[in-house]
């Protein structure tokens, strides 16, 4: 008495999945093949499996697509079609250590899962409020985006340890899509960052240095600015703006000797009714280090008192000027 045992269509159709996968390493065959037995099993339960063919194509094309999506090359890639001949220019060099970026990127994944928040956050700021910075000012402060951009990255990691192992494949898909737009903005950051900022320096024929420092023409760092009025007083307090209406704040005080020795001054920066730090307001209160002239010991600080200059007489305008002259146009007849 012979026993005849029925074949389950469903899973004859991944078997044939898998032999189509056969050339893949078995751990990574069976991490696709989990994503997607599922999704066949639904399909077969809707539609019924005799249909499963015609939802989702023929076992080999239905391997060749999940082939593709995961990166691996076609199984016929090398054979006799119109287009065989371009395989080799077209398919992934066999120099490159595919085998081994794979091994080694578990140990580089945490590092990405934290420079992926901090791109996102980046990436955010530079949407919403045209931040063009690697640490951009939050309430002028740029400790406080550098704080912010932390925990972008602190978060980004939290969720990369608590992600599932297995994903579906739309959302691993979309996931990819996203890191490879973060990897491109990174791409764009890097470059708008090495590139020069804004520099405004006084006449001369110095080219615009690639320094984030205000410098004069004969390239000397500027620590503070001062604002006269016509007669020659000192204004004591002007917001400094661009033709953009961007605050003039790359100023380096750190960098400005102010004393016979070459040290700089300690800058205390005027702040707003919230405690912040306004970078653009002028002159920026500074002091140095006061000095026994007969022993050298520094005995505190006193303030640094505003440059002792000579201005050039201004020309009234025409507005102003007591010699005025009035054209006369008479309309010909």
């Not at 054979?79 to 250590?97: D, F, K, R, T, V």
């Not at 955010?124 to 990255?153: F, I, M």
């Not at 009714?273 to 280090?289: E, I, L, M, W």
């Not at 009234?316 to 007591?322: K, M, Q």
Request: aromatic share 6%.
């Amino acid at each position: 008495m012979s026993t005849t045992h029925a074949v389950d269509p469903v899973e004859a159709y991944i078997n044939e999945v898998r032999d189509r996968l056969s050339d893949i390493a078995e751990e990574e065959r069976g991490e696709l093949l989990d994503d997607v037995m599922a999704h066949v099993r639904e399909v077969a339960a809707e539609h019924g499996a005799e249909n499963l063919s015609a939802r989702l194509g023929s076992p080999e094309q239905f391997g060749d697509e999940l082939r593709s999506s995961a990166g691996y090359k076609p199984v016929d890639a090398s054979g006799s079609g119109p287009l065989a001949g371009l395989a080799p220019a077209i398919s992934i060099p066999q120099w490159l250590p595919l085998d081994e970026l794979k091994r080694m990127w578990p140990k580089f994944e945490p590092a990405w899962a934290f420079a992926r928040g901090v791109l996102a956050a980046l990436l955010v700021l530079h949407v919403a409020g045209g931040y063009t910075d690697l640490v951009p000012r939050v309430g002028n402060s740029r400790l406080l985006g550098l704080l912010l951009l932390g925990a972008a990255g602190v978060g980004s990691f939290a969720l990369a340890e608590r992600r599932p192992p297995e994903q579906a494949k739309r959302v691993r898909q979309l996931r990819v899509a996203a890191e490879v737009v973060l990897a491109v903005f990174a791409l764009f950051a890097v470059r708008d960052a090495s590139q020069a900022r804004t520099i405004y320096f006084d006449s001369g024929q110095q080219a615009v240095q690639q320094d984030p420092c205000l410098r004069d023409s004969a390239g000397r760092p500027i620590g503070n600015l001062y604002a006269y009025d016509s007669a020659g007083h000192l204004i004591p307090q002007v917001f400094l703006v661009d033709q953009a209406g961007r605050p003039i704040d790359n100023l380096c005080p750190d960098q400005a000797a102010v004393t016979a020795s070459g040290e700089p001054a300690q800058t205390t920066y005027a702040r707003d009714v919230n405690g912040s730090a306004v970078y653009n307001v002028f002159p920026r209160a500074q002091t140095k280090p006061l000095t026994d002239s007969q022993t050298g010991e520094v005995r505190g600080a006193e303030p640094v008192p505003p440059p002792a200059v000579l201005f050039p007489q201004i020309s009234p305008s025409n507005a102003e000027s007591s010699e005025t002259t009035t054209t006369v146009v008479t309309p010909q007849p």
